[in-house]
């Protein structure tokens, strides 16, 4: 497994480089008014791409923190009794007896 991951990455690499052979061209941007900026195009590009994936690799990483405070927080603290309705309710009522009738005399037969 090793291998195959350092292969992928070394393929990455050749495969970036290539790329940045490619595109190492001058690229004129007008910023504002008469103000221009001459940069290489795949400055611009890793620029472009870090502005976009900075922000929320940040906010994952802020999140991520939170919750892990929150997680050893909850695991430092003692236990709590349930807080489920069903055992903080009274016991129900008891049912009502039932009455039991005696067993009625079969005719005056009797089993021997």
């Given at each position: 497994?090793?291998?195959?991951?350092?292969?992928?990455?070394?393929?990455?690499?050749?495969?970036?480089?290539?790329?940045?052979?490619?595109?190492?061209?001058?690229?004129?941007?007008?910023?504002?008014?008469?103000?221009?900026?001459?940069?290489?195009?795949?400055?611009?590009?890793?620029?472009?791409?870090?502005?976009?994936?900075?922000?929320?690799?940040?906010?994952?990483?802020?999140?991520?923190?939170?919750?892990?405070?929150?997680?050893?927080?909850?695991?430092?603290?003692?236990?709590?009794?349930?807080?489920?309705?069903?055992?903080?309710?009274?016991?129900?009522?008891?049912?009502?007896?039932?009455?039991?009738?005696?067993?009625?005399?079969?005719?005056?037969l009797e089993a021997t």
């Amino acid at each position: 497994m090793p291998f195959v991951k350092a292969l992928i990455w070394v393929a990455f690499v050749i495969i970036l480089v290539i790329f940045a052979v490619n595109n190492w061209v001058p690229v004129t941007i007008a910023l504002w008014g008469d103000l221009l900026l001459d940069i290489k195009l795949l400055v611009l590009i890793i620029g472009a791409f870090l502005i976009g994936w900075l922000p929320t690799w940040l906010w994952l990483r802020g999140s991520k923190w939170r919750m892990g405070r929150q997680m050893e927080r909850m695991q430092s603290s003692p236990p709590r009794a349930p807080l489920n309705a069903a055992s903080e309710a009274p016991p129900p009522p008891p049912s009502p007896k039932r009455k039991t009738v005696p067993p009625q005399d079969a005719g005056g037969l009797e089993a021997t």
